[in-house]
């Protein structure tokens, strides 16, 4: 959740950390820092809290350069948003670091640590980490080994960079849990914990893998593994670049990569269908022999990418594939029953995730048959660790509120349901109906996007609200938590969402002339069931807000409707996202928040 930078050359390095700070704010973050080895070999570090801008302009007030430093951007788990938690930390003037991650074990060091006489000043649990290694240096340890002896008594999980001023020529990282990258330039090396920091000045990446530590120097980098023996990591390129993080003439991120749906969308689809054909080769080998063995489906996942999942579930039981999903923070903490020939299937946009990860390394220790990840970061920790990547083709998504990401999840699942359904039964002509409605897909997407500006106006009958409720049935039951999740991330309205037919057992209480319910009204088999449903709001004097098909005929008092052209019922939940999506931006919008960094979330959620 938190961002790292680092970077080690002939030239000096401030300007680079600080760009590479800007580029990671869409993480999510309270408070920023930056220490810097200088020409003397003293260490200079800056902290502040809030945004980054006000980093650099502490900045500029004085003269902090150099060609040896560490930043960070920091998301509060141990300790309030303040200064004295900020990173990097420091003990004495001998050692710095930045950490990301969590350590279990604090608690106990912290008070070895104290009784060996070191003073804490923050409430972190990342300070316990440059305490333990000032206790190694003064035993005359060299930095890297200092680093080898401390991460040995972490428990938890870390990313971690290391400069000391009395090891003028070096960074030491190590990674367990939380991703690490490093980048290869001329003569000059960099860090992060995310390749979109390091865009302006590389696109030659070394990933690093689980209990890697390694030495970075302007000449070269040496990786050793968790045995402490040296090995060689691939060098990447990635087919990234620096503009591919730009707003261009969006007013903010998440307005952009709504619009960027229909090519995302098609990117994803490119390759995988082809005249009313799933092309199967294309997801590779293993994965078809992985599919031929399927006769269950486990899905596990986070926040938005779990409603992704949720919408699966229905297509794949629809199509006679048992499927079960669960929260990935519940599913490794409980017994659960592996049927025979059971897929896992994990859902993430960073693929960073850690309780996703955790879920995986749980599921690597019992009967599942194989896992199958998809995933927006070919590079990501859940991609290397899983027998099966699928990729969304997203491109990177700035703002935290997803969007593209999770469309094109939708996207990738229903061709993973299709191959799945293809051995269940599915005949040549359902394959036709099921591949045409993804081929028209992106054009779909395209004319809803054309009403942005009727949902503006819709928009301001819910500047003033304080609470809103969104209903669905079937697969439109997720696409309604999905739209409530994204109105209560960025405007801070309270949302929820419910089953249609649930508004009777509860949430009808709540409503109002003053409680808004948003619905999806798409033509199919439960259309009747919801129009009852909503009567019951109106009933109650509560205002609707519809999307509806065009061939609906809707006799209802008092409510706001906007129709959606020929939406093919298969692809219906993906198309129906597009409007919730806008209403949700548009709302925050008039409320002025902070549309792409909205408080006290993150982008890339890498704790538990």
Known sequence: MCGIVGAIAQRNVVPILMEGLRRLEYRGYDSAGIAVRDD??????????????????LLDKGTVEGPHGIAHTRWATHGMPAERNAHPHMSGEQVAIVHNGIIENHSE???????????????????????????????GRSTFDATRQAVE???????????????????????????????IGPDEHFIASDVFAL?????????????????????????????????????????????????????????????????????????????????????????????????????????????????ARYWLEEAGIPCQIEVASEFRYRRSVVPPG??????????????????????????????????????????????????????PEIGVASTKAFTTQLVALRLLSLALAKRHGLSTAEERVWVDELHSLPRQVEVVLQLSEAIEEMAQSFADMQNALFLGRGTFYPVALEGAL??????????????????????LALVDDRMPVVCALPDDPLLEKVLSNLQEVRARGGELFLFSDKKIRITLDRFQNLTLDDICPGTAPI????????????????KGTDVDQPRNLAKSVTVE
């Open 40 to 57: 003397q070999g003293r260490l200079q570090r800056i902290r502040s809290v809030g945004k980054v801008a006000e980093l650099q302009g």
């Open 109 to 139: 060091l912290r008070a070895e640590l104290t009784a060996k006489g070191f003073v804490f000043h923050s409430d972190t649990d990342t300070e316990v980490i440059v305490h333990l290694l000032a206790a190694l240096l003064a035993d």
């Open 153 to 183: 008594r972490l428990v938890g999980a870390y990313a971690l960079a290391v400069i000391s001023p009395d090891d003028p020529d070096r960074i030491i990282v190590s990674r367990a849990g939380s991703p690490l990258v490093i980048g």
């Open 199 to 311: 865009l302006p000045v590389t696109q030659r990446f070394v990933f690093l893998e689980e209990g890697d530590i390694a030495e970075i120097r302007c000449d070269g980098i040496r990786v050793f593994d968790v045995d402490g023996q040296p090995v060689e990591r691939a060098v990447r390129t990635s087919e990234l670049s620096a503009s591919h993080a730009e707003k261009g003439p969006y007013a903010h991120y998440m307005l952009k990569e709504i619009f960027e749906q229909p090519a995302v969308i098609a990117e994803t689809l490119e390759g995988r269908i082809h005249k009313g054909r799933l092309l199967e080769p294309s997801f590779g080998h293993v994965a078809q022999a992985l599919f031929d063995q399927t006769k269950a489906v486990q899905i596990i996942a986070c926040g938005t990418s779990y409603h992704a999942g949720m919408v």
């Open 342 to 395: 059971c897929l896992f299937v994990t859902i993430s946009q960073s693929g960073e995730t850690a309780d996703t990860l955790a879920a995986l390394r749980a599921a690597k220790q019992t009967d599942y048959i194989g896992s199958l990840v998809v995933c927006n970061v070919p590079e990501s920790s859940l991609v290397r660790a899983s027998d099966v990547a699928l990729m969304t083709r997203a491109g």
């Open 486 to 507: 994204k109105l209560k991330e960025i405007s801070y309205i309270h949302a929820e969402a419910y089953p249609a037919g649930e508004l009777k057992h509860g949430p």
């Open 575 to 590: 198309v129906y996202t597009i409007p919730l999506q806008l209403l949700a931006y548009h709302v925050a919008v008039l």
